[in-house]
């Protein structure tokens, strides 16, 4: 028996609370739109420096990555902070990274990481945490020593050699801050290739 339009609206009405909630989440979950993420070069004449912070059994770490805007490798750098908080991490990769950069004498600096609250706080859009003050002040007395500074957001996914940085002071446990004018190993310069290279990954979302 062939069912009308009318037909099938009465018999999906008809199910139960259950069967409904279960027909809108299965919707839902239909109607995420996959978001295409990459590293990007930045504006010609800057650098670009990607940070990130992350936190393992050892004690929390920060990372960053100097690139200029051929996408060419400058260097990297990571600090162990062990008993420190994923804010303060954050934080003080973007002043690390800051410094490195202004050591290298370069005027022109582009920041990106996947930390909102730090980057609005580096803006001075929000309240500044108290517990990332006096790196921010340390960021702010580096920026007015910048002919230009731009700061912005990009997802995780967009963030991954820096994240591999952080990861990798987590695992190095050095208290000073470790630099790098070369890659590390084979595997971080291979997320160096990937990221020149264009690859993309997915981000899901509603």
């Excluded at 002043?95 to 004498?105: V, Y």
């Excluded at 997802?155 to 002071?169: L, R």
């Amino acid at each position: 028996m062939q069912l009308g339009r009318m037909d099938v609206t009465k018999y999906i009405l008809g199910f139960d609370l259950f069967h409904v909630i279960f027909l809108s989440t299965s919707y839902s979950s239909y109607s995420q739109v996959p978001q295409l993420i990459r590293w990007k070069l930045p504006c010609g004449g800057f650098i670009k420096i990607n940070f990130d912070g992350s936190k393992s059994a050892a004690g929390a770490a920060a990372g960053f990555v100097l690139r200029n805007w051929q996408g060419g490798f400058i260097k990297a750098g990571s600090c162990f902070l062990e008993h420190a908080s994923i804010l303060v991490a954050e934080a003080t990769a973007i002043r690390d990274g800051i410094s490195a950069a202004l050591q290298a004498e370069f005027r022109r600096i582009e920041v990106k990481g996947d930390n909102q609250i730090v980057l609005k706080a580096v803006q001075k859009q929000i309240h500044t945490p108290w517990q990332i003050a006096t790196v921010l002040e340390d960021i702010w007395n580096m920026i007015s020593s910048c002919e230009l500074f731009l700061s912005r957001h990009i997802y995780h996914e967009g963030n991954m050699a820096d994240d591999w940085m952080a990861k990798y002071g987590c695992s190095l446990c050095c208290y000073s801050l470790s630099i790098f004018s070369y890659p590390p190993c084979r595997e971080f310069l291979f997320l160096l290739i990937d990221n020149n290279l264009g690859r993309t990954l997915v981000r899901r979302t509603t």
